[in-house]
């Protein structure tokens, strides 16, 4: 198997973080918020929550765009870094660590799209791969399984 | 052409934009994946005069390069635009699409820097599809119209 990044960080340098484990695969967010965060479409790797160790922290900032989840970026150059779940449970602080901020996206599996009905139709990733609409989602979550966003 | 309405995740910063072209392109250089967190970044070419953010208090500017700026909401981290800075200042601004409310009827029409395109997504559909070679060619153009000389090889 290919090595994958471990580290990664924001464009102008001043956030900086390494992953305790590879990243082995990585998906993409079509969802409204994710799209007006992002300036393209959004791609996340999922980290547990002590799975990540920051440098230049004091630059993260974030914003809690709903009830169980907030959003951090760097202040000086504004590159996404993560959603993170804050809703209390067993799954809270789990990352979506912004895959764009990695150093190599190399060798990692793009194996869902979500949110895939708030998709604009003028562009598509190209392959075959599970893909979740609004509803699925939510009926996850709803059902508390173990990999709800 | 059409009017659009768009604001970042927040609400601080909203923008309207007249004669909105239904045109958008891709890039994939490394300097855009890392600022959105995601790829490609999206943009439609606006004119600047078209363009009118409230909330511009809010706006955080990051100078990329020698000739480029980047734009995002400083409450919500929302991207918001790409453009010429500086001696490098033309009519025009990269409007992220993201943050409009609807993007129906915009088209994409051109990726960039498709050399610099992780080998693990691609788009589908047919359309230009210029390297970074390309890319800087233009972008070197536009400089030495500017009488500027760029001096670095990322954007």
Known sequence: MTDTARTGGCLCGAVRYTLSEAPRTYGACHCRMCRRFSGGIELGVEVRPDGVAWEGEDRIRTFKSSEWAERGFCDICGSSLFWRLIAPGPMQGLLSLSAGSLDSLEGLDFDIEVYIDHKPTTYAFAGERRQMTEAQILEMVRAGGEDAP | ?155
């Open chain 2, 1 to 155: 052409m059409s009017r659009k309405t768009g604001q970042c995740l927040c609400g601080a910063v909203r923008v309207t934009v007249r004669n909105m072209p239904l045109r958008m392109e891709a890039c994939h250089c490394a300097t855009c994946r890392r600022w959105t967190g995601g790829a490609p970044y999206l943009g439609v070419a606006v004119a600047r005069a078209d363009v009118l953010f409230t909330g511009e208090d809010d706006i955080g500017i990051y100078r990329s390069s020698g000739w480029a700026e980047r734009g995002f909401c400083r409450r919500c981290g929302a991207h918001l635009f790409f453009r010429m800075a500086g001696a490098a200042l033309t009519d025009n601004l990269s409007l992220c699409p993201g943050i409009l409310d609807d993007v129906s009827g915009i088209v994409l029409t051109q990726e960039m820097f498709i050399d610099q395109k992780p080998d693990v997504y691609d788009l589908t559909g047919e359309r230009p599809r210029i390297t970074r070679a390309e890319a800087l060619a233009l972008l070197d153009e536009h400089l030495e119209r500017k009488g500027m000389e760029r001096t670095s090889d990322h954007d």
